[in-house]
């Protein structure tokens, strides 16, 4: 079966850090484009940031560059996102994805197919 599982997710302080860890079962992640996605209450999933497979590039939205990095482990079948510098505009629910397609560089989730549950992440002093 497959499945993606996140955690990590909490209670921040502004200025804080935090690490989001995504763990895929039921299929190999060798293959896999891998992202985070972020929803606000009201507002549209947005794209967080994606990871290549084929060449390692990397895409961040703008409100994330300089404070986020994603990163992947594909012996743990694991993938993350270390957020520094957290902002209260950063409080949502964070979702990894992954796509079958290695050279895909994307922040649509339109070109995602594998989605976890989520985990709550919340800034806040």
């Known amino acids: 079966q497959v499945q993606l599982v996140e955690s990590g997710g909490g209670l921040a302080q502004p200025g804080g850090s935090l690490s989001l860890s995504c763990v895929a079962s039921?299929?190999?992640?060798?293959?896999?484009?891998i992202a985070w996605f972020r929803q606000a209450p009201g507002k549209q999933r947005e794209g967080v940031s994606c990871?290549?497979?084929?060449?390692?590039?990397?895409s961040y939205a703008d409100s994330v560059k300089g404070r986020f990095t994603i990163s992947r482990d594909d012996a743990k079948n694991t993938w993350y996102l270390h957020m520094n510098s957290l902002k209260p505009e950063d409080t949502a629910k964070y979702y990894c994805?992954?796509?079958?397609?290695?050279?895909?560089?994307?922040?649509?989730?339109?070109?995602?197919?594998?989605w976890g549950q989520g985990t709550q992440v919340t800034v806040s002093s």
């Open positions: 990871l290549s497979r084929s060449d390692g590039l990397t």
């Open positions: 039921g299929f190999i992640l060798d293959y896999y484009t």
């Open positions: 994805a992954a796509a079958n397609h290695p050279e895909l560089l994307s922040l649509n989730a339109i070109d995602f197919h594998l």
